[in-house]
């Protein structure tokens, strides 16, 4: 049964140096005490940049030479930015330095990275130092974003897009306003997930409360977090659609129950998503929870995989992928179900359990899956596993999870 809810520009005009002082590091102390000594000319355009690249020599530890080569081409990159921005703004969006192991300039882009990039840079002093990387936020995004609010009369709301990110975060101070501004924002953004984050003031968790695959919902087990029209997490498709965490509505999306695919997915508001699942195991930087750092569609997912899935009853199970060609038949199974669920089996292993619908199934860091139910082995007590495989949940719900690529 389907379920679905209704839902450049010209930088030559002032100097790159302002700009970049913002984005690189603050001028030095003693550059910035030179304007208050008594009447002397302006500083020159030669003294100017030699202030600056000694400000820089000292807080990155580079050589005069290197310093110099760097700004060379910080200044060549704003050029390519206003360019950019002129003629590649539907997919443009944006670029950020990066000082250490190694000087880089990184371009983003929404699609065709590499060869857009290639075009503006081939046979110039930025190939090599340029480098493409894919967002799901263009610049143009965040001005609609911004532009959409204005027009709703929300007092107090600021728009921030977060190009490193890829994110564009959205701060109101009510529930009410926090929904004006969702319509809002469904109204403007592309047919392509964008990451929008709405951050409530009193009446919802702060932003230092997490969610992520693992966590016990209301009704059943949360999934991976994945970026839609906005931040969201998944569940089972076959779930209430009305699920809480932390006795906190979160908004049904949508899900289907049927087919290919038993998945569904909801906003978090007032939480932090994150590209993580819950799993048994503690140490100093993951404890109790590993990092997404890939998906692995259904057709790279082998038999005899080693996988594993955390659900809020049987917790942390892992069992061997028997077959990719399963039919689940139930009362809750999705509506003319396919031959194509993933059956996961481990002698004497209980795999699934109520309550666990929904939860992720993992390979390491990739995700394969969303837990959909059990199937029962014989044995009393002990029931093979079967999921929904990644790909599918994707392609179906116009979602995608959320990783942190290594």
């Not at 807080?59 to 060549?76: C, H, K, M, P």
């Not at 590993?290 to 995989?305: E, H």
Request: negative net charge; hydrophobic residues 40%; contains cysteine.
């Amino acid at each position: 049964m389907n379920r679905l809810s209704p839902q450049q520009n010209n930088l030559r005009s002032r100097r790159l140096v302002a700009w970049l002082a913002l984005m690189l590091l603050p001028l030095a102390a003693g550059a910035a005490g030179a304007a208050e000594e008594p009447p002397v000319a302006a500083v020159d355009d030669a003294q100017e940049p030699q202030m600056e690249t000694r400000a820089y020599e000292e807080a990155l530890g580079v050589t005069s030479e290197e310093a110099s080569r760097r700004f060379e081409l910080r200044n060549e990159a704003g050029w390519l930015n206003a360019t950019l921005e002129s003629e590649e703004g539907d997919t443009f969006g944006g670029m950020y330095l990066v000082h250490t192991p190694a000087f880089q300039i990184v371009v983003l882009f929404t699609e065709n990275a590499d060869d857009t990039l290639a075009r503006y840079v081939e046979g110039s002093v930025l190939k090599g130092v340029a480098v493409a990387r894919t967002s799901l936020v263009t610049q143009r995004d965040i001005e609609d974003v911004a532009n959409s609010i204005d027009l709703t009369g929300v007092g107090a709301a600021s728009v921030t897009g977060f190009i490193k990110q890829g994110e564009i975060v959205i701060e109101v101070e009510t529930p009410a306003d926090a929904e004006i501004a969702a319509q809002a924002v469904a109204s403007v953004v592309p047919d392509r997930p964008v990451p929008v984050r709405i951050e409530i003031g009193p009446g919802t968790p702060t932003p230092d409360v997490d969610i992520y695959g693992g966590l016990a919902l209301s009704g059943c087990t949360a999934g991976f977090s994945v970026i839609g029209t906005r931040q969201g997490i998944l569940t089972a498709g076959h779930c209430n659609d009305s699920q809480t965490y932390q006795g906190v509505n979160l908004p049904f999306q949508m899900g289907l129950n049927e087919g290919r695919t038993d998945a569904q997915w909801h906003t978090t508001p007032g939480f932090v998503d994150r590209p993580w699942v819950q799993d048994p195991y503690f140490d100093s930087t993951t404890p109790y929870y590993l990092v997404v750092t890939s998906v692995t569609p259904r057709s790279q997912q082998m038999i005899d995989d080693f996988v594993c899935k955390y659900g809020k009853t049987s917790q942390w199970t892992c069992g061997y992928i028997i077959s990719k060609i399963y039919r689940p038949l139930c009362l809750d199974c999705p509506v003319d179900a396919t031959a194509s669920y993933i059956r996961v089996y481990d002698d004497g292993v209980d795999i699934s359990d109520a309550g666990d619908s929904g939860g992720p199934w993992v390979h390491g860091g990739a995700a394969f899956g969303v837990h959909s139910g059990g199937v029962g082995t014989g044995v009393p007590d002990i029931h093979d596993g079967y999921y929904t495989a990644i790909n599918y949940v994707e392609d179906d719900l116009n979602v995608g999870v959320k990783i942190v690529a290594p």
